[in-house]
């Protein structure tokens, strides 16, 4: 006989429940259907109620209530357990089948109708595993099967059709056998099968809360160190540096005016909508020619490994009071830069910068991406991200194409995809790894009509739910929750780790990377030569 759940749940201690499910599932019966431990949300007797066992048949719904262990009967009442450590006062086991038998109907009848106008019979078996109960006005001898009979589970076979035939003689609308059909939509109604995998949009929700609770905790650490002039904060992509440098502005704001600056045009022009303090000044750096001869009470530089060089800390050091040795400012630095890109990462003036200021870090609680994203990049590129500290995610996907037409399709099927899981097309975004619409894969897409310029749309209220595409320069320290890597070449991986880096770091919650021919197996050189570097492949 088939049995639902297959296995009985470790959470059962009773021997006899378990013996019954093992002697059920025994029965050279395919037909039917047993379902063990079937709760009933309303009781009129208990706040719950609960079957052992409901078992659909093609002649009968029958319910099995199991007794393993002593049971006594003591003026009327009912006691349960070895002796010495009976428990009750309580119902008889055939009141407890005759209660929840009524409540079942009661349920079941408010999903598929009236089990009598069906035509369905039902009734109820007793079972007391390991002792004999005298017999008694309370039940017919049908109605029960005692040890003896029991016999360790190889007279159930027998005691079930025993009980059958005399509730069949008490059902007189029974009408049998009951339709495949409608045993099929019992079965539904009491354990529905269903494979509900939380949607995509619920996980962004739950990785939503995470990052915001943890980088709320990012600011109990820039408490610690508002005693501090001087700062280096130091940490992978995703660990909240922006996110401090931000909030260290506003705190700053109170106390004199406040330079913000970053390498990113893109990321420039987002703060300057979150940082609208008349007291801060957010300009990209290569716009600082605008604020020349000024000086300001403190400066915030984010991204700094992008300007590593003492010819942009001159031009910073002219911008603040004091100068960089004497002045209050703050530099968030990103190091893994050191590895990725060292012929733009000066080391002369990291070993300037650093002696000016406290060095805190490296900050080791990713608070952006997931574990599975955190983990790609590590083998990948050997990137210290921090720990994925907001929980997982899916498995990055990667798709192989042939060429910007397959590509483009295979997007499109991805898009399709998340959107039927809930998500907005604004919560996705397209980073090119070329940097050109025009002989990119996105402009051949059958969205590309409905896909919206970051550069242009970062900065601004964006109410439209579209798609954004951009260049991965662009992009750089911005995110969104879908990231979908594409236009990549194996040439793009040349010499580039920190494209890779930026890009895939992007993404919060899922990562698409569309791969073009020979892409695959460059990525699985630059993994070769990660372990090499760590020592853990020769």
């Known amino acids: 006989m088939r049995i639902i759940p297959s296995e009985i749940s470790s959470s059962t201690r009773s021997q006899a429940e378990r013996s ?10 395919d037909e039917s259907v047993a379902l063990h431990t079937v709760h009933l949300p309303r009781h009129h007797k208990k706040r719950v109620g609960e079957i052992d066992f409901v078992v659909i048949m093609p002649d009968i719904l029958l319910f099995i209530e199991v007794k393993g262990g002593g049971v006594q009967q003591r003026d009327g009442k009912w006691y349960y357990g070895p002796p010495g450590r009976e428990q009750g006062p309580k119902e008889s086991p055939f009141a407890q089948a005759s209660g929840g038998m009524h409540e079942f109907e009661r349920e079941i009848g408010a999903l598929i109708g009236n089990l009598r106008d069906h035509g369905v019979p039902s009734g109820y078996l007793v079972i007391t595993t390991d002792v004999d109960i005298q017999r008694m006005t309370e039940f017919e001898p049908q109605q029960y099967l005692g040890a003896t009979a029991y016999a360790g589970g190889r007279g159930l076979a027998q005691g079930i059709e025993r009980a059958t035939g005399f509730w069949l003689t008490r059902n007189r609308w029974a009408r049998t056998p009951i339709p495949a059909s409608l045993r099929k939509k019992m079965l539904e109604a009491i354990r529905p099968e269903f494979d509900r995998a939380p949607n995509l949009q619920s996980r962004l929700s739950h990785l939503d809360v995470a990052f915001e609770r943890l980088t709320n905790e990012q600011l109990d650490r820039l408490d610690e160190l508002e005693s501090n002039p001087r700062l280096i904060w130091t940490g992978g992509a995703g ?11 506003r705190r700053k704001s109170a106390h004199g005016s406040v330079l913000f600056t970053c390498a990113s045009t893109t990321l420039a022009t987002h703060m300057a909508r979150i940082l609208d303090d008349d007291a801060i000044t957010v300009l990209p750096f290569d716009r600082l020619d605008g604020v020349q001869g000024c000086v300001f009470d403190h ?5 700094a490994q992008d300007l590593m060089t003492l010819d942009s800390l001159d031009t910073l050091e002219a911008l603040v009071s004091g100068g960089l040795a004497e002045g209050r400012w703050i530099f968030m630095l990103d190091q893994n830069n050191q590895v990725l890109t060292p012929d ?13 200021g406290f060095v805190y870090g490296p900050m080791k609680r990713n608070c952006r991406n997931t574990v599975q994203i955190v983990d790609q990049v590590r083998i990948y590129t050997g990137a210290d991200l921090g720990v994925a500290s907001a929980g997982e995610g899916k498995p990055v996907r990667f798709a192989d194409v042939r060429d910007a037409q397959h590509e483009a399709t295979a997007l499109d099927a991805y898009v399709d995809e998340l959107v ?26 059958q969205r590309a009509s409905k896909i919206e310029r970051f550069a242009d749309v970062v900065g601004t209220d964006r109410t439209k739910h579209r798609l954004t595409w951009s260049s991965v320069a662009d992009f750089k320290g911005h995110e969104n929750h879908v990231v979908c890597l594409i236009d990549l070449e194996p040439e793009h991986l040349e010499g580039r780790l920190d494209a890779l880096y930026v890009a895939w770091t992007r993404a919060r919650a899922q990562l698409w990377v569309a791969c073009r021919p020979g892409t695959r197996q ?11 570097r760590e020592g853990l492949l020769k």
């Open 420 to 445: 039927r899981e809930g998500v907005s097309p604004r919560d996705v975004t397209l980073l090119s790894a070329s940097g050109d619409w025009e002989a990119g894969s996105a402009r051949l897409s």
């Open 522 to 532: 460059k990525l699985k050189d630059l993994g070769v030569a990660v372990l090499t």
């Open 239 to 249: 660990t909240g540096k922006t996110f401090l440098a931000a909030e260290a502005a």
């Open 299 to 303: 400066l915030i530089v984010d991204e």
């Open 20 to 29: 019954v499910f093992a002697a059920l599932k025994a029965i050279p019966d």
């Open 344 to 356: 733009t990462y000066d080391p002369d003036a990291w070993e300037y910068l650093r002696p000016l």
